[in-house]
């Protein structure tokens, strides 16, 4: 029978033509995208955020750890959503977070609903990141795995590039919350398209491994004789789909720090507006996009994943440690930083579009109906050491509070104030006396040595400079000395992540397949001939009277 809901139908009768199976594939893409354009928006504009609402760096990291949290549920609970189904589950989330983003975090009151509204936000993110997925590998044979994997991974990834691509070319005109409005009104027009386009496989056809389109047919004569599975959880809970699942969450901490701490990074180490942050971003995630997708090409072109994971992770582990040595130098350029930034995102290109195709074939090899769920232990994972990476960054980069909170205070008071400082540094015996006293009730005799010593004009500077130099004298001393300290917590942050690289290392021969081209064509061969000869005994039998 075939499922339909109140105004269209949702899923296919039969495995779809290249026509609309990459239609559906399109959708899913453009659909992530633009959710992780929606869900980025905020680390852009992380300064003013802050700002605005009086949040200090730890707060701001609260938000990050409860959409973590609420991702985590989420991403368990995906794995029971087939039921609903996939399509469902991406357009009408979509639906929900673009209209939160275009008309209800814009006008938030306090950075209480703000938090709020990021754990909603996050819940639903940790549904579309299990099902998206999920449909991806239903519409993607593993021959063309890598590379629907590599477009569906551009997702996060051009998300995070058109944020920083609007960010740089409007945030000189614009508020922060204008910022948010322009991601949540694509997020409303994409969702639409999702909610008019997306279909879900019959459970039936999506229950069993296809390993190329060529397989439809037989994929087709079995459906009907096929029965769901049951105990999925039980199914995936094994060594070589916890592992990876738990290597790779370890293995994108770097990653994930940058996504949501970049302009945070730049503007209190190097000094850089928001807009300078977006710009190095710019070409960060236009050379991972175009990366992703080039490596899945190759590696299905080739058949093979774990030569790319584990070369693709040799080299991003190298580069990621170079970054950390020069990056945090106060003299390092803008262009050594790009170039180390797009090195890292390059090299990690090549290890994660095979490792989520070889993922997904991992747990096909366990059961294919139980695909959902172990998407649902890879997203509960990496969302997990999202909220754990949230609360370490503030514990490990103490100095930004004070930077965000004071530093641009403090800056503006010292260049109205330097006048007033190089007077006081002249006579700093006299000044100390005399602020011992309120300006009305200076003794005279200390008033007149104070006249004659420093002058009428001088005395005059240094009272109109009063209030900037109380911002220095009760903020300075701290705003100085997270300035430098701060570089020093951001590398030590940085080798964490170099850490955590070294981690995921060893998990990459849990995933399963080829090392050689050659024999990986060799099991191609193998496997088309074992299709052939089910084939026609199906039709062989299918003829009998």
């Not at 985590?72 to 979509?94: K, P």
């Not at 649902?376 to 999202?386: C, L, N, P, Y």
């Not at 009730?441 to 004009?457: F, H, Q, Y």
Request: hydrophobic share 50%; proline share 5%.
């Amino acid at each position: 029978m075939t499922r339909t809901y109140p105004l269209w139908k949702r899923e296919f009768d039969h495995y779809p033509a290249n026509g609309p199976r990459f239609r559906n594939l399109a959708i899913v893409v453009l659909a992530t995208i633009s959710l992780y354009f929606m869900i980025y928006v905020t680390s852009a504009v992380a300064v003013s955020v802050m700002r605005h609402f009086e949040m200090s760096f730890g707060y701001f990291a609260v938000v990050a750890i409860i959409g973590g949290v609420a991702g985590a549920m989420a991403a368990l609970a995906a794995g029971a959503l087939d039921r609903w189904g996939r399509a469902n589950t991406v357009a009408y989330g979509l639906l929900l977070v673009a209209l939160v983003t275009t008309f209800v975090l814009p006008a938030v009151p306090n950075k209480e609903l703000f938090l709020l509204l990021s754990a909603v936000m996050g819940f639903v993110e940790g549904l579309m990141l299990v099902a998206s997925p999920a449909m991806v590998r239903d519409f993607s044979p593993q021959l063309g795995r890598a590379t629907a994997m590599g477009l569906w991974n551009t997702g996060p990834v051009v998300g995070s590039l058109i944020v920083a691509l609007v960010a740089s070319l409007t945030l000189s005109s614009s508020s922060w919350q204008q910022e948010i409005r322009y991601a949540g009104i694509a997020g409303i027009v994409v969702s639409v398209v999702a909610i008019l386009g997306l279909r879900d496989l019959p459970a039936r056809i999506r229950n069993q491994v296809i390993v190329s389109a060529q397989d439809s047919a037989l994929v087709e004569a079995r459906g009907e004789a096929e029965s769901l599975e049951v105990g999925r959880w039980r199914t995936v809970l094994r060594l070589d789909v916890v592992l990876p699942a738990i290597g790779i969450a370890f293995n994108l901490l770097f990653y994930l720090t940058m996504v949501g701490n970049s302009a945070v990074f730049f503007s209190t180490v190097h000094g850089w507006s928001e807009q300078q942050a977006s710009g190095v971003n710019n070409w960060v995630w236009t050379s991972q996009a175009v990366s992703m997708i080039v490596m899945g090409v190759l590696s299905d072109r080739l058949r093979v994943r774990k030569p790319f994971i584990v070369a693709g992770t040799i080299a991003a582990l190298c580069c990621t440690a170079m970054f950390t040595a020069v990056a945090t130098s106060p003299g390092v350029s803008y262009p050594v930083v790009v170039l180390l930034l797009v090195a890292i995102s390059v090299s990690g290109s090549v290890s994660y579009a095979p490792w989520l195709a070889g993922f997904t074939e991992n747990i096909e090899r366990h059961g294919p109906a139980a695909t959902a769920a172990g998407l649902a232990i890879w997203g509960w994972t990496t969302r997990i050491v999202t909220a754990l990476a949230a609360i370490a960054i503030p514990l490990v980069v103490t100095g930004v509070t004070p930077l965000v909170e004071h530093g641009k205070q403090v800056t503006e008071a010292q260049l109205r104030a330097a006048p007033a400082q190089v007077i006081v540094a002249q006579h700093p015996a006299l000044f100390e006396e005399l602020s011992r006293y309120p300006a009305t009730s200076i003794p005279a005799d200390l008033a007149t040595r104070a006249a004659t010593e420093v002058g009428l004009a001088g005395l005059d500077t240094v009272a109109k400079a009063a209030p900037d130099l109380a911002v220095l004298a009760e903020f300075g001393p701290e705003v100085a000395r997270a300035s430098t300290e701060l570089p020093r917590q951001w590398e030590l942050w940085f080798w964490i992540c170099v850490a955590g690289q070294l981690l995921f290392l060893p998990t990459t021969f849990l995933i399963r397949g080829r090392w050689s081209p050659r024999r990986a064509r060799a099991d191609l061969a193998e496997h088309e001939r074992e299709v052939s000869r089910e084939l026609n005994a199906l039709a062989h039998h299918s003829g009998q009277p």
